[in-house]
């Protein structure tokens, strides 16, 4: 295969809302790499639907917003990095707005003529904070911070370019603190191994939602920044907190489609086939109860009554609200035969956000100097042990704008030795998409059937146990052949799972999003415990 050697001041790996807010702000300090494993806008935050968390009201404080997402966290959450969230982020939504970022406004009541920032409701939010763009936000973020980047000169994207590993000074050999010296990357189109030396390399890729067989999750999100920060040795902590979002549509020609937690909180509830509201039996918030207590309601309704789904109905609402304030989910729907207007939605819940990920502080910096993670690889200490709705898009700005600061203010000097090009297998294998379609599957059954919303200490060992034996498959034909983007996803899905599985196995209690039937209630010694794991310690 084909190499190349490049050099830039900031080599950023993702196009989401994170690693874009981070190119702009990097861009008047130096030269920046933005890759991107597809097209630029694909990424979760493109079908972000809900909108972004922030305290703009009068009646809101930051108190509230604060408690609410402490409480959403069970006991896990720093609660310095939340302050530094929430009060940060009604000055990064301004800068977003300035960047030309359009969000739905509405006429101020009794005030004609005057608007304002309209305020949506989600689980979990004790006051109405969310801006939102209709229940378009991402694609209206994207489209922003995409036009203003390429208003920077000083910001290259190079799409269908995807990171394979980082460059570290420990994998150079080389004695000292481990220290992060740039990354390989595969032009896809190209068919070669690009070798970039940069002084701040910054992981923007995501979430790992493919890992299992159902997520609201675009392709992109395989956790591959996870996979390499874990490989190059830097921390990744409470990969055991995999958020289900409740209401993913059922139906089967829709993959991975969102219904809005919005939908919830402007009224919708959800029944169970024969009818009943039965969120009144799990919580006093009835459907608007955090994310965790409906998925696993959800998953309980529909184990006692056989079905395999749920409905959600918003046909008390007037036609005319729901065509407006969800165009989207509106037109999708109907698209599929369901006017949710009339008709109850059918819902079942599905693998959604990574709370855990490589650990970092609040200024994204990593157990390796020079190496950043931002936005859903990062483990900050916001989410704890269940993310409150709407909260990642906020952490991914602030973050990513402190990141910038800080990487600016502590760069690195390059390291003085040439970095060695990429070492490739060299062999074609005829039945490569075979086997790594086959061995995907495999993985992301394994992990819905044993690793979802319910757990047992049984079924983890079992997961374990399959996931050892496609490492070893995995590895056998990574390194016979030349590289693709699905075998380079493959073998990333692959160490997620093992990081999940492990988090997992080492809390023996219930909290937040992970519940293990052997262990079904919290245990206040584990409160304010990350679970925290190396490759090194796991020898994964
Ligand atoms: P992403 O936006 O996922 O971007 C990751 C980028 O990294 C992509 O460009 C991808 O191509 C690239 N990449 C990945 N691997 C590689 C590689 N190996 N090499 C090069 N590039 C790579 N959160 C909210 O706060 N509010 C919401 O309303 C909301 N709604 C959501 C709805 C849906 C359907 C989903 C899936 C998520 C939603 N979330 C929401 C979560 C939120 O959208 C994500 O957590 C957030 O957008 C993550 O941003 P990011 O920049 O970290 O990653
Ligand atoms: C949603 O719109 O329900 C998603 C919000 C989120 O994941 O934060």
Known sequence: ??????????????????????????????????????????????????????????????????????????????????????????????????????????????????????????????????????????????????????????????????????????????????????????????????????????????GCGKVYLYTTNPDIAAGDGLAMAYRAGAGVANMEFIQFHPTCLYHPRAKSFLISEAVRGEGAVLRTIDGEEFMGRYHPLKSLAPRDIVARAIDSEMKRTGADHVFLDITHKPARFIMQRFPNIYSRCMELGIDITKELIPVVPAAHYQCGGVVTDVNGVTEIAGLYAIGEVACTGLHGANRLASNSLLEALVCASRAARHSREHRPAPLAQPLPPWQSGQAHNPDEAVVVAHNWDELRRAMWDYVGIVRTNKRLERARKRIGNLQEEIQEYYWDFIVTRDLLELRNLAVVAQCIVDCALGRPESRGLHYNLDFPRPDPAWAQRDSVIHKDSQGG
């Open 1 to 206: 295969m084909d190499h190349e050697t490049r050099a830039c001041d900031f080599l950023v790996m993702g196009s989401g809302i994170a690693g874009l807010f981070f190119a702009l702000h990097a861009a008047e300090h130096g030269r920046v790499v933005v890759v991107t494993k597809k097209q630029s806008a694909e990424s979760s935050t493109n079908h972000a639907q809900g909108g972004i968390a922030a305290v703009t009201s009068k009646e809101d404080s930051f108190a509230m917003h604060v408690r609410d997402t402490l409480e959403a966290g069970a006991g896990l959450c720093r609660e310095e990095v939340v302050r530094t969230i929430v009060e940060e982020g009604p000055a990064r939504i301004a800068e977003l707005i300035d960047l030309g970022m359009r969000f739905t406004e509405r006429e101020i009541p009794n005030e004609p003529g005057r608007r304002e920032l309209d305020l949506g409701r989600e689980g979990g939010h004790s006051k109405r904070r969310i801006l939102h763009a209709q229940d378009m936000t991402g694609r209206e973020i994207e489209r922003a911070l995409l036009a203003a980047a390429s208003r920077r000169p000083n910001i290259q994207i190079l799409e269908n370019h995807c990171a394979i590993d980082l460059i570290t000074s420990q994998k150079l050999g080389r004695s000292g603190p481990n220290r992060c010296a740039g990354a390989y990357v595969l032009d896809v189109v190209g068919g070669r191994v690009l070798t970039f030396s940069a002084p701040v390399v910054v992981l923007a890729t995501g």
